[in-house]
């Protein structure tokens, strides 16, 4: 059994057919899909997804960063309040902060990311972090917040080493391991063949980044046992042994029976 921890399988280029990739993903052995939020706007059709599958399906809530910018960051931040208390949220997510895209909302993407780090903690939800180009931002706060002994995972990580080494120091982080690991530029294997398989869970972050050989197609669950096999192939350890290991670690840190 597989679980997709990073799926935003109700973004819109899953309309057309996303039974049929729930289907495929589960002919494929992928069992449980977390749905990373992303804004308001995107907060309904994930809710009814889970309606739909229930147990399956498992919601999160929060602002993701590259949703923030100034004019709207106070109302959305105030739905993930008023909302996150009234359904049940496997973790507070996608939560961090984004240098890629831009640097226009750095200050408010801090402010929103410490907020959603300290709803977190107060319900003991795990957070689920994006993290590009912004690793020092991140560790400097998660620094500042160390004695709320927040848990959570690093999603599609693409750091270093030392990188690695900084989250364990926080004690509760999981990393999220997904197509980036098949790029033979993502230069990660190297990173990934050292981090233990407690450490691990499994993602795709679709629709996008494709494992190869699907690289610049749309992704998808299914595509997870392509993950799993570069993985074991990298670390030297069966498909099987990774595939208990990484889904113990997901069912641990979201609560999945
Ligand atoms: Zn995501």
Known sequence: MYIDTHTHLFAKEFDNDR????RRAQEAGVERF??????????????KLAEKYP?????????????????????ELDFV?????????????????DCYWTMDYVEQQRI???????????????????ARNS??????????LMFLNIRG???????????????????????????IVSFKNGGIAGVVENIPLDDIVLETDSPY??????????????????????????????????ARYTADNARELFGIA
Do not use: W
């Open 19 to 22: 039974d049929e990739v729930i």
């Open 34 to 47: 977390i749905l990373p939020d992303i804004e308001l706007s995107s907060f309904e059709v994930m809710m």
């Open 55 to 75: 147990c399956i399906c498992l919601p999160t809530i929060g602002l993701h960063p590259t949703s923030v910018n100034a004019e709207n960051y106070k109302a």
């Open 81 to 97: 309040h008023k909302t996150i208390d009234k359904h049940k949220f496997a973790a507070v997510g996608e939560i961090g902060i």
């Open 112 to 130: 929103v990311f410490e907020a959603q780090l300290r709803m977190a903690a107060e319900r003991d939800l795990p957070v689920i972090i994006h």
């Open 135 to 144: 690793f020092h931002e991140i560790f400097a706060i998660l620094d500042k």
């Open 153 to 179: 995972v690093f999603h599609s990580f693409s750091g270093t080493h030392a990188d690695y080494e900084k989250i364990k120091s926080y004690k509760n982080f999981k990393i999220g391991i997904g197509g």
């Open 209 to 242: 980044l494709a494992p190869v050989p699907y690289r610049g197609k749309r992704n998808e669950s299914a595509y997870i046992p392509l993950i799993v096999r570069k993985i074991a192939e990298i670390k030297g350890v069966k498909e099987d042994t990774l």
